[in-house]
């Protein structure tokens, strides 16, 4: 029965782009949930990794495919899930665009599953624009011959028989696509693909690895898949190796879920681009909000993002429901895509504010939504570094944040920003804390003066897209392999 609950599994996820398409978009969320948390059951009832024995020396490598010497040394490629709204996709573009005006390097990006829905291409301008290459990873390891194509199965199926058959299918087609395309750096973007990305690289010999994550550790989310853990053990024993993350909280995080000395794990701050004018004048203040469907007047509290669990967006709204019986001038902008928007509008007519609320979709750029704002809320209840908030600094709009993840990292408290705590309390005393931070900002004339001042330079000196740049292309060196063989 496990085994082929477990094979059900599997053609799931080979299938899954044409499963989307025959079920209604509004039955995605919860479809998707079920078949996420069916996976997961599966996975972890089969062979349990954790109790895999690695030894001192780690998994037995075979001997990569190419030498040093076939690998271009000014080629990286990174390698992520697709192109959506998202922050680490946004980070992602700033990084290709970034390597690209620097000059000297030939930056890339291959991808899983661009072209299967709109919404996973929301970036793909950006990139075409630009002339940067992107596309998916080849279906098939053709640029390996038979025998290498078969001493890498074997290796997989008998080393890494703990990891799922698809992560073991997308490390071959991945093994292929680095052998063809010879990039010196390989640069993996959020688990499950830093994951491949790293398996693939060592197994193809790419000389320089590095593993990006972007949250706190994958456990209490819903991508997390059982085999992660262990894969990162595997992973971690090899210097060659780069692990980043973009947080101090959540570097530390993973650390300790790992089981790793402290500071295996670099920090590397998300780049967020300063724009020199900051905060918006009252002009483009209206023109922001017309141009989304907003009234000109009155205030507006706002945020960017993905319509998913974790942001917890009926929260935001029982917060903004509780605002407006204070402000009853106050409008309400909730921009951003994601699987829970069916559930967002009818949750704002039963709380009577959908006449209020605006909920327009994914927003390009970013800063057409931030300058609409007066105040920028974030109700997350895990989080890696956001983007957001960042992006609301540098655009001199005061954030209410939860205390989740990195959030604290993106805010001067109480000069640029409020933070409020306690994701272990109860849901009437978070709201009722949020709601008096947002109304605090809203009924305090000194607070927009001062992060219009303060923001913009508070983002700019220590999350500036060139700083960001310039510790990417550290990572990128051979001084970063011999500091993290010194930890």
Request: hydrophobic share 40%; net charge negative; proline share 5%.
């Amino acid at each position: 029965m496990s085994r082929l609950l477990t094979q059900i599994s599997q053609v799931a996820l080979r299938h899954r782009a044409r499963v989307r398409r025959w079920i209604p978009k509004r039955l995605h969320h919860v479809v998707g949930t079920f078949a996420r948390r069916f996976i997961q059951s599966v996975e972890a009832s089969g062979t349990d990794p954790d109790k895999h024995a690695f030894g001192d020396a780690g998994l037995a490598f075979p001997e990569p495919l190419r030498p040093v010497e076939h690998f271009r040394r000014d080629a990286v490629l990174l390698v992520n899930d697709a192109l959506a709204s998202g922050g680490s996709e946004r980070q992602i573009v700033n990084t290709l665009l970034g390597l690209q005006a620097r000059g000297g390097i030939e930056a890339g990006l291959l991808c899983w599953r661009l072209g299967e829905t709109p919404e996973l291409d929301f970036y793909v301008p950006d990139l075409a624009g630009a002339g940067i290459a992107f596309a998916n990873v080849s279906e098939e390891p053709s640029s390996l011959t038979e025998a290498e194509r078969e001493r890498v199965s074997s290796w997989l199926d008998d080393t890494l028989g703990w990891v799922p058959r698809d992560i073991r299918d997308k490390i071959l087609r991945l093994t292929g696509d680095l052998v063809r395309l010879r990039p010196a750096i390989v640069h993996g973007w959020q688990d499950e693909n830093a994951l491949v990305a790293a398996f693939a690289g060592l197994l193809a010999g790419v000389p320089r690895i590095v593993v990006a994550t972007r949250n706190v550790n994958p456990s209490g989310f819903g991508y997390h898949r059982p085999f992660m853990r262990s894969a990162y053990q595997v992973l971690a024993r090899h210097v060659e190796i780069v692990f980043v993350n973009n947080s101090a909280v959540g570097a530390r995080d993973y650390e300790a879920w790992i089981g790793l000395a402290e500071d295996r794990f670099s920090v590397l701050y998300n780049g967020v681009e300063v724009r020199s004018s900051g905060a918006p004048d009252p002009r483009q203040r209206a023109e922001a909000r017309v141009s989304l469907g907003l009234p000109p007047e009155g205030r507006v509290i706002g945020t960017l993002i993905r319509l998913n669990r974790e942001k917890r967006p009926l929260l935001w709204l029982a917060v903004a429901e509780r605002c407006l019986r204070r402000h009853r001038d106050l409008r309400f902008l909730m921009a951003g895509d994601g699987p829970m928007r069916d559930t967002i509008l009818t949750e704002a007519e039963k709380l009577g504010i959908a006449d209020r609320l605006l909920v327009p979709g994914a927003v390009s750029p970013a800063e057409r939504a931030l300058h609409a704002m007066d105040v920028f809320l974030l109700t997350s209840e895990q989080e890696g570094l956001p983007n957001v908030t960042l992006e609301a600094g540098a655009a001199g709009i005061p954030v209410v944040t939860t205390d989740a993840g990195g959030a604290r990292e993106t805010i001067r408290i109480g000069e640029t920003g409020l933070l409020v705590g306690g994701n272990d309390r109860a849901e009437t005393d978070l709201v009722a804390d949020l709601s008096d931070a947002v109304c605090s900002i809203l009924e305090d004339p000194q607070w927009p003066e001062r992060v219009h001042r303060m923001g913009p330079e508070f983002v700019k000196n220590n999350f500036g897209v060139e700083r960001m740049l310039d510790e990417t292309l550290s990572f990128y060196s051979d001084d970063a392999v011999s500091s993290q063989r010194d930890r």
